[in-house]
Each structure stands twice: as C-alpha cells, then as structure tokens.
C-alpha cells in the first residue's frame, strides 16, 4: 500500500511538472532570432536554399540571414525559379539591406519586411509613444495617404501576436495607407523598448488588451474619430476582448488575421503537436489561470458571435499548424448574417498575405 501510495505522489507530482512547464512555455516571453538554414548559392538575381516545408512555398516571403558583420540581412523573395530534390532556387525580387551570400545562416520570414515603415516600404510615419498603465508604449503613427497627410477620421490600429512585433503588421500597411486610412501600429507590454507586466510573463492577451484599449484612447486625442482594429494571431483576441469591453471610440470594423477564437482548443493543439495527452494539458490550464488569474472561458469567442454588431473581416488558413482553425470558423457561422466576411488561404499560421497577396488587399 504503502509503494501505491508513493507511486501515486510521484505520478500527481509529474503531471503537476509537465503541466507547470507546460504553463511555462505558454506565458513566456521570448524574442530571440533563430537561422536554422543556410544560405546554398545566391547568384544572378535568385537564391538557392535546403528545400524544405517553408523554403519551396509559393507566395512572397522575406530571406533574413546573419551577416559577418553581426547585422541582420534581408531579402525579399519571389517565386521558385528551380531546384532539385534537395534545393530550391527563388527569385530575389528586392535585397533592403546586405548582400545573400553562400554559407551565410538565414531565415525564411513571413513578415517579409524589417526595419521602419519607412525603410521597408517607402511610408512616412512618426514615433510614438501611447500613454497606458504601465507606462508610455512605442507605436508607430502613419498619417493618411491623403493630400496632407491628415490624422483624423478612422484608424486603423495595427495589434501584433505572440512574442511577435511592430514589424508583423507590415503587410497591411501598403493596402491601409492606399485606402486613405491613418495606421497606428502598437508595440504592448513585454515588447521590445516597452515596459513589462508585473511578473515578466506573457497574459495571453488576458491583460495585454488594456493596451489595445489606450491605444484607442490615444488616437481619440489625435483626433481619430472612429477606428478599425486589425490583430493577428494573440492579437485577435486582444482585439475581440477589447470590443467587448466598450473601447472609447466606436469601432467601425474588425480585421482577424489567424485569431485565437478559443485559447483551450489552440493549447490542446499545441500540446498534441509536443505529444501531451489532452489531460496533461487540461492540468496545464489550470496551472496557467492559477498563474495569470486569467479565465480561459472568457476567450471562447464564438459564444459571443451572435451579438457582434461590428463588421469583421476574418482570415484563416487551411495549413496552420499554431492555432486551432475551428472557434474561428465557429465564430464566423454563429454571427449574425452578413456581419463576418471570411477569406481561406492555403497557407500556414498567418500567412494568407504571404500565399496571396492580391486576395488580402481588399477593403
């Protein structure tokens, strides 16, 4: 009995690891860079990479690479141009910064561009910083593409996903700026240059929504009288938690980008993609809410789709491997007629763009 007993502790004992560490990894904060090929041959206009999963897909898509230097390079990538069985050759349609060199380690990057909205696409912008709980929080600020560039009229806020950054909302900026549209593009708590939670771990967007909500407030003292809010990823559910709340300014419309609908489904994905059976990761939210105080009830989007009053235009892709496609698509059939317009790429996590371009630039 007593071999039982002491069987049993050490079994609760690591399941309660597992599901600490498992808790761990959803609410850490990371925002490290990672090149995991390397670069084969770059000759002639086109760039010769290992063919894998993300190397020999269509679409557009951004090559970063480590430079002797220690700065980063970049290059935007166009379609495959040729390979064998081991390699693929894409055209290099635009080299931003340094020179794609044989050997060099690099990265495929879905958000295509770095540096400034400036810098990567030619679009003025101002720095910024938003007045929030924890403090000032970086943004960028584009005014219109209208004659004067005005600030006034809707916004477009621009809100990033996990551990992610400004630079994710790049993609949108050309199709905002060309609809007249000001952009404020927000960094928020635990970001690069802006101030950390408490306790130096990621909520999940339990507590990060409040800098969507003085976000909003900042671009009423601007002089934004309504705004549009377009998140991506963790940033969906930022954005549909801050509606909810009653933002300061009516919300004219609503872009979801590869959203989380329902943090438990997206975890039980995760967790089986690392093995976990689904009671490991049921123990592995309570640890979390326990941890943050947040409850994941409260992000299961889709039982608050029959009162969304706000138009929505909703992306998801049929590939993504990070959050669970079906709250999203349970949200976009639970809510009111005619209120959510829904765009499906064959792509992976929030990359429609990538895959599609044309397709993601409709109003």
């Given at each position: ?5 002491a069987?049993?502790?050490?079994a ?11 808790s761990?990894?959803?609410t ?9 090929i390397?670069i ?11 063919r894998?999963a993300?190397?020999a897909?269509?679409g ?8 002797r230097s ?5 290059a ?9 069985a ?5 055209q290099?349609?635009a080299?931003?910064?340094?020179t ?11 958000w295509?561009y770095?540096?400034d909205?400036?810098s990567?696409?030619g679009?003025d912008?101002?720095?910024v910083a938003y007045?929030?709980?924890?403090g ?6 584009l005014p219109?593409?209208a004659p004067?560039g ?5 916004w477009?806020?621009?809100?990033h996903?996990?551990n992610?950054d ?9 199709t905002v700026h ?7 593009s927000?960094?928020y708590?635990n970001d690069?240059g802006?101030?950390?939670s408490?306790d130096g771990?990621?909520?999940l ?5 409040n ?5 909003i407030?900042?671009?009423r ?5 309504g705004?549009?809010l377009?998140g991506?990823?963790m940033?969906?559910?930022m ?7 009653g933002p300061?300014?009516?919300?004219r ?8 609908m329902?943090?438990?489904?997206t ?8 093995g976990?059976p689904g ?6 939210e309570?640890v979390?809410?326990?941890r ?18 706000t ?5 998801t ?10 709250p999203a698509?349970?949200?976009a059939k ?8 829904h765009?499906?790429?064959?792509a ?16």
């Open positions: 009995m007593a071999a039982a007993v069987l049993a502790v050490l609760c004992a690591a399941l309660g690891g597992i599901g600490w560490y498992f761990d990894v959803a850490e904060v990371a925002h490290g860079d990672d090149y995991p390397t084969v041959d770059a000759a002639n206009g086109t760039v010769t990479l290992p894998n993300h190397t897909r269509p557009t898509w951004g090559l970063v690479w480590k430079e220690g700065r980063d390079g970049r935007v990538l166009g379609r495959v141009t040729g390979g064998d081991r390699t693929v050759v894409r290099v349609t080299v931003p910064q340094g794609p060199v044989k050997g060099a380690r690099a990265s495929i990057d879905h295509v770095g540096g909205p400036k990567a696409l679009i912008f101002e720095n007045p929030s709980k924890l000032p929080m970086p943004a960028w600020l219109a593409a004067g005005g600030l006034s009229g809707t477009v806020i621009g809100v996903g996990h992610s400004k630079a994710e909302t790049f993609r949108a900026m050309r060309g609809l007249g549209l000001p952009m404020l927000i960094a708590r690069v802006a101030p950390a408490p771990k990621n909520h967007g339990d507590t990060e929504w800098d969507v909500a003085s976000a407030a900042y671009a003292t601007r002089g934004a009288t705004v549009v377009y991506w990823s940033g969906g559910a954005v549909m938690t801050a509606l909810r709340h300061p300014l009516p919300v419309g609503v872009v979801l980008d590869s959203p989380v329902d943090w438990d489904a975890l039980h994905k995760q967790g089986a993609a690392r976990l009671f490991v990761v049921d123990v592995a309570q979390l809410e326990r943050t105080g947040m409850d994941l009830d409260d992000y299961d989007q889709p039982r608050y789709a029959p009162r969304l009053k138009p929505t235009l909703l992306f892709t049929t590939d993504d491997s990070t959050v669970a496609n079906g698509l349970a949200f639970a809510a009111p007629p005619g209120m959510v317009a765009l499906s790429a064959r992976d996590h929030t990359e429609a763009w990538n895959a599609d371009p044309r397709s993601t630039r409709r109003p």
